[in-house]
């Protein structure tokens, strides 16, 4: 029902800017929130920030002030594409991971999250 794809990611400095963007597709009508989370090797993965459908949003502790997730809604329809982004200024190392979007749609009697294969972000001098 979703199709989910990240782009963006790559290499960042530190103090630096980067923009991720998800794709989503499919019935997004019925998506009730979109986040992007982040994992780095041998650590648990973590929410970074989230959006929902009113448009409130969520950050991770270590992220606030400094990213920001938005959403564009291109038209009120069954079927059609939306895009989740996030904005990340001040990177620091510690930003290092594998950042991926997720997508939780509910339309009775489905619940389900729906994920993207994740990019890349590295911070490095």
């Known amino acids: 029902q979703i199709q989910v794809a990240e782009s963006g990611g790559g290499l960042g400095h530190p103090g630096g800017s980067m923009r991720l963007s998800c794709s989503v597709s499919?019935?997004?009508?019925?998506?009730?929130?979109m986040g992007w989370y982040r994992q780095t090797p041998g650590a648990t993965r973590e929410m970074v920030a989230r959006i929902h459908s009113s448009g409130d949003t969520e950050y991770a502790d270590s992220v606030k002030g400094r990213f920001t997730v938005s959403r564009d809604n291109a038209k009120n329809t069954e079927r059609y594409q939306t895009t989740m982004s996030l904005q990340m200024n001040r990177l620091r190392a510690d930003d290092t991971a594998v950042y991926s979007c997720?997508?939780?749609?509910?339309?009775?009697?489905?619940?389900?999250?729906?994920w993207g294969r994740g990019t890349q972000v590295t911070v490095s001098s």
């Open positions: 499919g019935e997004i009508a019925n998506i009730y929130v």
């Open positions: 997720r997508v939780d749609y509910y339309r009775d009697p489905i619940n389900q999250s729906f």
